[in-house]
């Protein structure tokens, strides 16, 4: 059977951390809470739209309200690269913003990101233009009840050491050129987008991996530089 397998290609070993895949070797993914096997992990081409996707505190990311600090927390993969985001000491909504990328009418897209609490239980996801949110509760990692997505499907799985995987399907339907990836901090499940609650500079997630792929549904962690 012929194999092809880029080095960016991703899997969860039998301990539950994410790990590379060799060129061209195959790949046999676990459930990263269980540890429980899946078996031979296939998938189809996809790609990360969203650069700079485990940098956070890179310019390709604006704070707005919030303070990210790089680096302090062992992500999924187990190295210590995730990093904090903070609220700051305002009463106002807190996000951070990924920018644009280019979109397709009529095409299904994906957007996930790796959660661990820090302080706050909820986080919203929000893809601007193509009006797609959820919420995750970190704890329950779960999707919060109501809160999905105009136009798709909302998604989480429990990982390993508390973190959590969130994601949201949608398909583009209106008429426009980009969508744009932010993560809301919430102080209730039902904050969302726009309901502001007064900043803890001691509170906020511990993120990592930021995707945004075409596809209806979140493939394995593909990082990008």
């Known amino acids: 059977m012929a194999v092809s397998v880029d080095t960016d290609a991703t899997y969860f070993d039998a301990s539950g951390v994410l790990q590379n895949a060799s060129a061209n070797a195959l790949r046999f993914d676990h459930d990263p809470s269980t540890l429980a096997s899946y078996g031979l992990l296939m998938e189809g081409a996809r790609t990360n739209l969203r650069t700079k996707s485990v940098a956070f505190d890179n310019a390709a990311w604006s704070a707005v309200r919030v303070t990210t600090s790089a680096n302090q927390v062992v992500a999924p993969d187990g190295t210590t690269v995730a990093d904090n985001i903070l609220e700051t000491a305002v009463t106002n909504t807190f996000h951070l913003d990924g920018g644009s990328v280019a979109v397709s009418v009529g095409q299904p897209y994906t957007e996930s990101f790796f959660f661990k609490k820090l302080g706050r239980r909820y986080v919203t996801m929000d893809t601007v233009n193509i009006g797609a949110q959820t919420t995750i509760d970190i704890d329950g990692a779960s999707v919060q009840a109501g809160s999905g997505p105009e136009r798709g499907t909302g998604f989480a799985?429990?990982?390993?050491?508390?973190?959590?995987?969130?994601?949201?399907?949608?398909?583009?339907?209106?008429?426009?050129?980009?969508?744009?990836?932010?993560?809301f901090l919430n102080d209730l499940a039902t904050d969302g987008i726009s309901a502001s609650h007064a900043g803890d500079i001691t509170k906020g997630v511990t993120a990592w991996g930021g995707q945004f792929e075409a596809g209806a549904f979140p493939s394995s962690f593909i990082r990008t530089d």
């Open 157 to 183: 799985q429990a990982l390993a050491n508390g973190w959590v995987r969130g994601a949201q399907s949608m398909t583009e339907t209106v008429s426009t050129s980009s969508g744009s990836m932010r993560i």
